[in-house]
């Protein structure tokens, strides 16, 4: 072959490549967010998981700012009705009522987790078991809300702690954990019904809400309930929100079913080798031609990307997961339109 055919070839192959990798990244045009009615993510600073006094964040690496982001986080509670200055422990831990009222006692947007429970109840709770926030290995799928109101949230943790104390029991194989008959005595906070935060929340601030799933390449009936049951409490609800999920099929659900939805994909600069060939292609977001989404939730350390890059480019609004400082803060601002923080108290813009 000819260099001048082997250099046109080159040329037409590279422009395939970058049309290919456009179209899979492109977000939902102008014309159907327009046709839609569809809103912007609200521009707010939102609380990862409640503005929050025990849990996500709150390590050691942090320390020199997270202080004052709990100490307002107890404040903003105690403001808005929950517990006291006398209570040794947290009384706002993560993704809890508690720490959802203090965020809009502060005016924080909020971002926060759904999943169900085994009695099909949609709850808000990050991980798919109870053991880094009540020390209780357990399961969110194998408990009944019933059973969730009766185990406290960082029982027996120090104000600021990240992690909850193993209860007695949690680390034998197989588990002896059972659950409480009767509510524990005391201020506690639990993991709480989307119901009942929708209710707290009352449309004083946005929510950024997560549909949450264990393998995000897997989908089943109750992927498919969880989404039915999360979308219609969403529906009676008067205040702003938008939707996103780290599952391509959630966020296409959405697509389909309810294109009013300001809707988001959620991401991060995953490698082949750690996390494989499905998750480092999610994390290049080749996957947003199913769902087209109107913003793109990205791990802060990847806001640089040329996929978020370009993504922004074409439309989409970023938003950035998890600020947890002000130097974090001030290495990706430039990359992000909105930002979900914890761990410190930012600045008003």
């Known amino acids: ?45 939102y609380a990862h998981r409640g503005l929050h006094d025990a849990g996500s964040g709150l390590t ?5 700012e997270s202080g004052d982001y709990v100490a307002l986080a107890r404040r903003m509670a105690e403001k808005a009705g ?27 947007g909020i971002e ?24 209780d290995p357990r399961r969110i799928e194998d408990l009944t809300y019933g059973e969730l109101t009766r185990i406290p ?25 059972t659950t409480p008959s009767a509510a524990p005595d005391g201020y506690y906070q639990h993991v709480p019904l989307f119901s009942d935060v929708l209710k707290v ?6 929510l950024i809400v997560e549909y949450k ?56 600069p995953a490698t082949i080798k750690e996390d494989g060939v499905t998750e480092w292609a999610a994390g290049l977001l080749v996957f947003d031609w199913m769902s087209r989404p109107d913003f793109v939730a990205y791990d802060w350390v990847g806001g640089s990307s040329p996929q978020v890059r370009l993504a922004r480019a074409m439309g989409a609004t970023a938003v950035s997961w998890t600020v947890r400082s002000r130097d974090e803060l001030a290495q990706c601002d430039a990359y992000f339109d909105r930002h979900i923080f914890e761990a410190f108290v930012p600045d008003e813009r």
């Not at 049309?19 to 159907?32: I, K, Q, V, Y």
């Not at 929950?82 to 924080?108: D, H, K, T």
């Not at 929340?201 to 946005?206: F, H, K, L, S």
Request: hydrophobic share 45%.
């Open 153 to 177: 949230l960082f029982p027996t943790a120090r104000l600021g702690d990240a992690v909850a104390e193993p209860l007695p029991g949690a680390e034998e194989v197989p588990p002896l954990i």
């Open 60 to 64: 050691h690496r942090y320390a020199a």
């Open 213 to 268: 799933f264990d393998d995000n390449a897997h989908w089943d009936g109750r992927c498919d309930e969880l989404m039915d049951k999360g979308a219609a409490l969403l529906a009676q609800y008067e205040g702003p929100y938008v939707i996103e999920s780290f599952n391509p099929r959630a966020v296409e659900w959405y697509k389909v079913n309810h294109p009013e939805v300001n809707r988001g994909q959620l991401s991060w």
């Open 1 to 45: 072959m000819s260099s001048s055919k082997l250099f046109r070839n080159v040329i037409i192959g590279g422009a395939v490549a970058a049309g290919t990798a456009a179209w899979a990244l492109a977000p939902r045009s102008f014309n159907d967010k327009r046709r839609n009615f569809v809103p912007s993510v609200p521009d707010a600073w």
């Open 82 to 108: 929950y517990g006291s200055a006398g209570e040794a422990g947290p009384i706002a831990p993560e993704n809890s009522l508690a720490s959802f009222a203090a965020a809009c006692e502060a005016g924080y």
């Open 112 to 135: 926060l987790d759904l999943q169900l429970t085994l009695d099909g109840q949609v709850v808000v709770v990050h991980d798919p078991d109870l053991k880094r926030v009540a020390g």
């Open 201 to 206: 929340v009352n449309g004083r601030v946005p």
